[in-house]
Every structure is written in C-alpha cells, then in structure tokens.
C-alpha cells in the first residue's frame, strides 16, 4: 500500500481544466532513462527528427511510453505490459495517448515477447529497450524480477536489439554484492557496460550497448549535455541525470 508505481505531474489545460502533464517525467528512474538516451548512436536527444524504435518492458501509467512519443517525433514505441487492468489504469487515470499510431500496447509476459522480438528480422528489432518492471517488494532484487537477468533472458534481450542497440534497465536494490552480481551477468552480454546513478533512491539505471566493437571511454558529461535539445521536456531533470552517468566498473 506504500508503494508508488506510477506518478505524474497535473496542469492547466487550455480549457482551465486539470489534465495529465505527459511532457514532464515525475519519477527520478524516468529521467534517468530518458538521459541514458545520451549514449545512444541515434543520438535521439540531440535530433527530434531521429527515426528510433523502442521497447518500454512494463507500462504502468503509460508516462514513460506518452513522453517518449511526445517528444521524439520519429519514435515508435512497443510498450509491454503483462496486466491488462494496468493498461486500463493507464487510459482511464493517466491520459495515455493509446491512440496514436506510433505507440503499440502488447499485453502479454515481457518474456515471452522478447522470444519472439529476437527470432525477427534485423529491421524489425529494437533500437532501444527499456526494461522498467517491478519485482517483488520482500526480495534481496526489487526491480527487474530476476527472471529478466537469466542468461536466457539477457540472450533474448541482446538479439531483440539491431546491431547498434542499446538497452537501459532500472536495477533497484539494496544489496550492493547482488548488484555487482547482476551487472557482471548484463556485462557479459553487453560489453559496453554504463550506470546511472540516483541523487534521490537507490535506482540505478543500467546502460549495455550491443556493439561489441565500442569500447567503453570514460564519460565526458558536459560534451553529451551539450548535445541535449533545449526543447526537450524535464530538460533539466534529464540533463542533471546525464552528469550521473558512469562507465560500470568491476
């Protein structure tokens, strides 16, 4: 009953009425993710006109999903989601946009779906695939479930991805040996391994990239922060994320 799952941010519509504000990220691991977009070869922060496909692996309110689409015109975006009730909840209380035709809603086992995404064809995989699902509040791992940092799963996500893909995984617990564990079990299949660390929670935003050939460089912030567009929403949030990222180190 203390857990927040979904939060979002209201505002005056042009009508005086309360609405969702779908263009500024309420959660911290929002903004983190979204910054994690700095790493990208799409370079998406720096070109709104970027043509990107992404994968958000668990829907909640839909605010990841909503911002992603407002504020990269070329984005199509797959959004999976296991509970259908949630996606309900999404449309019902959150404002989600599921009428545009760039976002696809999946209801169907995260897992099952990334079967299936890797067995395609090279151009109809991901650029990018957020993993943002919740695991058990009582575990030692609170989020992803572990399920999605088997060897299997983690084969599965890498070959979900186009040559040049990234994946950016909210990683929450407490326990830092079980951390170091599960980011040696994601370097394994992605060599190029960062972090995004949380000036608020103990989220930790986790940054493969596929490219085997990309050797990882320590992080320059400024030099991506000066990419950012300044039209982009929670710009400030998003930026301040960027100046978090770290090159995983063992």
Known sequence: MNLVQSEAYLKTGKK????????TLACD??????????????????????????AVLGLGGGLL?????????????????LDPEVVKIANSHFSFPHSDARIEVIVQD??????????????????????????????????????????????????????????????????????????????EHFPTLYTVL????INEVIIGLKDAKTTPKAVVPQKLINTVRKDLGS????????SNIRVVEF
Not at 32 to 53: E, F, R, T, W
């Open 29 to 54: 691991f929002h903004r983190m993710m979204v910054g994690s977009l700095a790493i990208s070869p799409q370079q998406p922060l720096a070109k709104n006109d970027a043509p990107i496909k992404m």
């Open 235 to 242: 710009y400030d949030d998003v930026v301040r994320s960027i």
């Open 65 to 81: 999903t909503a911002y992603l689409v407002r504020n990269f015109k070329k984005a199509r975006v797959t959004a999976v989601e």
């Open 198 to 201: 949380s000036a608020e929670d």
């Open 110 to 187: 995260a897992l099952i779906h990334l079967q299936e995404a890797a067995k395609k064809p090279e151009e109809e995989k991901y650029d990018v695939i957020f993993v943002d699902v919740s695991g058990s509040q009582n575990a030692a791992l609170l989020c992803p479930p572990p399920a999605f940092l088997t060897n299997d799963a983690l084969t599965d996500i890498r070959n979900s991805l186009k040559e040049h893909g990234m994946l950016s995984l909210n990683l929450v617990t407490r326990d830092s040996d079980l951390g170091k564990k599960y980011k040696q079990a994601i370097g």
């Open 16 to 23: 005086k009425q309360t609405i969702v504000d779908l263009d």
